[in-house]
């Protein structure tokens, strides 16, 4: 997932990647990842990760958890692979269009 969103040596302390593609490391649509590299002596030492799951917010969100769905994008929408932040400063602009595109996010941020 990260090789699709950070050019090689493109990664930096303080980096955050969002993404939601079930075909790329993720499970489901209503499941966010949020994914930050941690460096030790200027390498990438490991990656953490964060899931936020809509799936737990059903009864707020009741367009998440299609049982009749045949698609994966009857079930939301698919969130490539992108930075929220970029050595440590926040893409603003990325979290209002996640925020407009769905609601259940605002807690998110």
């Not at 939601?20 to 499941?31: E, F, I, R």
């Not at 050595?87 to 609601?103: N, P, S, T, V, Y």
Request: hydrophobic letters at 40%.
């Amino acid at each position: 997932m990260i090789d699709k969103a950070a050019v090689d040596g493109d990664l930096a302390d303080g980096d955050v990647y969002i993404f939601n593609d079930p075909y790329d490391g993720g499970t489901h649509l209503s499941d966010f990842k949020l994914v930050r590299p941690f460096f030790r002596d200027n390498n990438v030492f490991c990656y953490l990760a964060w899931v936020w799951s809509l799936a737990r917010r059903r009864r707020q969100c009741t367009r998440q958890l299609q049982p009749g769905a045949t698609e994966s994008f009857q079930e939301g929408m698919l969130i490539p692979p992108g930075q929220t932040f970029s050595k440590g400063e926040l893409h603003q602009d990325i979290i209002d269009i996640l925020k407009a595109i769905h609601a259940c996010l605002e807690p998110l941020w």
